[in-house]
């Protein structure tokens, strides 16, 4: 094992990889191997080496079956997003008449995913003549109360499908007006589009001003808790769409109304930050999502003593453990290797929404020397993404990082926003006990990214 590590360090270049050197270490997967024990186990099984089995996200795998079902090609349903299905995303939104981003938010998947659940029980037979891609926006129409065939007149033959507000054809909505393939009734399991309430009278009494949170609890309601298998993806939106309603997001300590919504801020702006920098990091290496997940799927065994033990043992301890594997690994010092692949896996597994490469890979980088990536292990912690919440453990990881910032560590998210984004922090950690958190809400329900978070130039 050493001298597999070390032969390989000695090949690898000071300063940062090039796309083309990081394309053949991740595509090689010798250092990997090398860390999990798998060129061992290839020279006892030669050829038949055993290969980690692709890893999917199933939210992700539906969009694709659904995208290739209205002729928008995802590729294969694997449950992984890359290049293929981020295209079709963004032919879907084009068609639609959405915002082109190549990543579905919370209403475009449903609707999305609605319509592919709608047609595969039958809906669309009450709309003659209406095929593909169309079905998409007849579904739009049937899922709000409208008749797509006497608003278009495009149906065959003219007949039109009743009303669907109270009934109707196999496939129609009940008395509730939700569509049974939505959750709501007896199949399925995507909401209906979310559409905005009538807007009050106009001499109606003005509406409180009120300052949103992803926290706050719903008097009368209890939900389920699903913070074992939460979408990190879904949980960044969920922020987004809080920030933006306050205004923006918070950008100085002055400025922090609720400690939860300004923490979950700097967390998303964080996992975007990660998965931008792998985007680049790849920029011209001929890797494949599938070699990535075997490659990645080998950090997270290596790492598994450390990130199960998130919850149960002090972040000094874990931090002491962590330094001593990658020490062993490479006894020579030279981990850059393993940084390099660490980050790669942390921009990846923020963009498959899979919390236990990100943990991972977080652990990895902490273990290389990498300190102020322990904010991500805070702000996981924290929310309960991927591990269970453990609030003062938590905190253990920030001050992990912030103490390695002050030291002179180099930032590692966002550098030219650092001493802003510590602030905010610092100041939400100090400012008591977080909000409290509804389930579902401060941590939303399963997967997508993203955008409107505080902006950064990659280049920094």
Same mark, same amino acid.
């Given at each position: ?28 997967? =010798? ?5 999990? #024990? ?14 980690? @089995? ?5 939210? $992700? ?35 639609? *008449? ?5 990543? /579905? ?8 995913? *609605? ?20 079905? +998409? ?31 109707? @054809? ?17 199949? *399925? ?12 009278? +106009? ?11 992803? *926290? ?37 300590? =002055? ?49 598994? =003593? ?32 393993? $940084? ?6 942390? #921009? ?15 652990? +990895?980088?902490?273990?290389? #020397? ?5 904010? /991500? ?34 930032? $590692?998210? +966002? ?33 997508? =990214? @993203? ?10």
């Amino acid at each position: 094992m050493t001298t597999a590590i070390s032969g390989l360090a000695l090949t690898l270049p000071a300063e940062r990889l090039h796309a083309d050197d990081l394309g053949k270490v991740i595509v090689g997967g =010798a250092i990997l191997c090398a860390l999990t #024990g798998c060129i061992k186990q290839s020279r006892q099984t030669g050829s038949q080496r055993r290969m980690t @089995p692709p890893r999917g996200n199933p939210t $992700v795998r539906a969009d694709q079956q659904a995208l290739n079902y209205f002729g928008y090609d995802a590729g294969g349903a694997d449950g992984v997003t890359g290049k293929r299905t981020r295209s079709a995303i963004s032919r879907y939104q084009g068609y639609m *008449g959405y915002p082109v981003t190549g990543q /579905l938010d919370t209403y475009q998947r449903q609707t999305l995913v *609605g319509a592919y659940n709608w047609a595969q029980s039958g809906g669309n037979a009450t709309y003659p003549g209406i095929q593909g891609q169309e079905l +998409l926006r007849a579904y739009a129409s049937h899922s709000r109360g409208g008749n797509y065939c006497q608003e278009t007149g495009r149906c065959m033959g003219g007949g039109y499908p009743a009303p669907n507000n109270y009934g109707g @054809p196999p496939g129609y909505p009940g008395g509730n007006g939700l569509p049974p393939q939505t959750g709501y009734g007896a199949t *399925g399991t995507m909401p209906a589009p979310a559409y905005p309430q009538p807007m009050p009278p +106009l001499n109606a009494a003005p509406l409180p001003t009120q300052v949103m949170t992803t *926290g706050g609890a719903l008097a009368g309601f209890e939900l389920p808790d699903s913070s074992g298998n939460r979408s990190i993806t879904d949980h960044c939106q969920t922020v987004k769409m809080v920030s933006s309603a306050n205004g923006g997001p918070v950008r100085s300590p =002055a400025s922090i109304v609720n400690p939860t919504q300004a923490l979950d801020e700097q967390f998303c702006s964080a996992s975007t930050y990660a998965v931008s920098s792998t985007e680049r990091m790849l920029s011209g290496a001929q890797v494949t999502d599938e070699q990535l997940t075997q490659n990645c799927g080998q950090v997270v065994d290596f790492m598994a =003593a450390e990130t199960d033990a998130l919850g149960t043992r002090p972040a000094a301890d874990l931090l002491a453990t962590a330094q001593q594997k990658i020490r062993q690994a490479a006894p020579d010092g030279n981990t850059q290797v393993l $940084v390099q692949t660490g980050e790669v896996c942390l #921009g990846y597994g923020y963009r498959t929404d899979e919390a236990d490469v990100v943990l991972a890979a977080s652990m +990895l980088l902490v273990g290389a #020397g990498a300190r102020p990536y322990a904010e /991500l292990l805070g702000h996981h912690l924290r929310d309960g993404l991927g591990v269970q919440a453990d609030a003062e453990r938590a905190r253990k990881w920030y001050e992990t990082a912030f103490s390695s910032l002050d030291d002179g560590a180099a930032p $590692v998210f +966002l550098p030219s926003q650092s001493a802003q984004r510590v602030e905010i922090m610092r100041a939400a950690l100090a400012g008591g006990a977080p909000a409290p958190v509804l389930t579902g809400a401060s941590s939303a329900g399963a997967a997508p =990214a @993203p955008s409107a978070l505080p902006s950064f130039n990659i280049g920094n």
